[in-house]
């Protein structure tokens, strides 16, 4: 069996290699190849174009990007027609996969999208064009699910795989002890995004708070998780220009998250992994400001961090666009850490949110069905 991946960010990256891994139990001798990152090439993906190299977000400037993606894409297009793959899995990434599921799909190339298009959010249009060209779509929440139902996409909930992805190696002692901190200190996590733009753009608001809280909580530590995709010289390049006790991790995340007591987070998959870790989160989502006029238009949900989705509800709070200041971070990390009603209520609703995501074994059921439409393309 031979499958071609297509993932753009470093959250795709995670959930593709994942997958690869489960791949290689269920059926040794595959082959794997693609666009990905550093965790993939791990489980034995042939990465013939490293992630590294992108990370637009936002409409104005993915225009910007166009020529480059056009030429991405005809590379890509050139690989499935030398190596023939059996399947094409394409990860999240919605904006580049989608045209990429339609090149595979007129070569003949069956497709399996997983993370798929949020079609329940936002444009629902794509839920016809997946239609014509995705063989499988591996659901990672059941309203999901339904929604592909209604445009007959051959769908199948999988469940969440960061249920199966989000699970400490070490207990919360040995974790204290491998971070250097200690039970009784205020841990804050900082986790300002994968791509450069989201660093750029949220890292310096979320330092200019977190100094404000450790002006009146002196017990406090900070702790930023590099991501993969991002240079570690322009985190410490941010991070220096603060007075503050701050330190760069590298791996072991989870871990980490385990012994935190509160985080700051760019809208996207952290949100949900700090939930799932049952640690109080602030979100923070800002974009240029044509392209959040336009998402404005666009979107139909009220709430744009993923736990809140999932509860139905306002679980963690929401800082958007103009409220992403650092007096506003001030004050919610205040509100949180102060106030035990308030800290034991989003700790209850986290479990609660980690309980509607589903059981575990979501990879192995999403290698299961790659393995079933390569089969089947054969």
């Known amino acids: 069996m031979k499958v071609m991946f297509s993932a753009g960010e470093a959250s795709g990256d995670t959930h593709a290699a994942s997958v690869a891994k489960a ?15 550093d965790l993939m090439a791990a489980q034995g993906v042939d990465i013939i174009y490293d992630i590294k190299n992108l990370g637009y977000i936002g409409i104005v400037e993915i225009v910007k990007a166009l020529p480059e993606f056009f030429k991405l894409r005809r590379f890509l297009k050139e690989a499935m027609m030398r190596e023939k793959p059996d399947v094409v899995v394409c990860v999240d990434y919605p904006g580049f996969n989608m045209k990429l599921a339609k090149v595979a799909h007129e070569l003949g190339i069956p497709v399996v999208y997983y993370i798929a298009p949020t079609i329940w959010a936002w444009h ?23 929604a592909y139902e209604e445009f007959h996409v051959p769908v199948e909930f999988v469940g969440h795989p960061l249920v199966d992805i989000v699970q400490p190696s070490m207990s919360e002692a040995a974790a204290y ?4 901190t200690a039970e009784d200190t205020c841990n804050v996590l900082l986790m300002p995004g994968s791509r450069k733009q989201e660093v750029i753009g949220l890292l310096d608001i979320m330092l200019d708070g977190a100094s ?15 991501a993969h995709t991002i240079d570690r ?9 603060f ?15 385990g012994i935190c007591d509160v985080c700051l987070a760019a809208s996207g998959t952290a949100t949900l992994e700090t939930a799932l870790m049952n ?3 602030v979100l923070l989502y800002r974009l240029s400001a044509v392209t959040y006029a336009l998402a404005k238009l666009l979107v139909s949900i009220p709430d744009v961090g993923l736990p809140n ?13 103009g409220d992403v200041t650092a007096a506003n971070v001030h004050t919610e990390l205040c509100r949180i850490v102060d106030n035990p009603e308030v800290y034991s209520t989003m700790k209850e609703e986290l479990r609660q949110v980690k309980e509607a995501l589903g059981a575990p074994g979501a990879v192995l059921r999403v290698a299961q069905v790659i393995a079933e439409v390569a089969g089947g393309g054969r």
């Open 309 to 321: 989705i999932v509860a139905g509800h306002r679980v963690i709070p929401e800082l958007i666009q």
């Open 243 to 257: 007075d503050l006790p701050v330190t760069i991790t590298e791996g072991h995340t989870y871990d980490l998250m």
């Open 212 to 226: 404000r809280f450790y002006a009146t909580h002196k017990n406090a530590r900070f702790f930023v998780p590099r």
């Open 177 to 180: 002890e491998y971070f250097g």
């Open 233 to 241: 010289e322009l985190l410490e390049e941010r991070i220096c220009r």
């Open 23 to 37: 791949l290689r139990q269920i059926c040794p001798d595959v082959t794997m190849f693609g666009m990905g990152g």
């Open 279 to 281: 640690v109080p989160t």
């Open 124 to 146: 629902k249009s794509r839920g016809k064009d997946i239609a014509k060209y995705v063989s499988k779509v591996a659901s990672i929440f059941p309203f999901e699910a339904k």
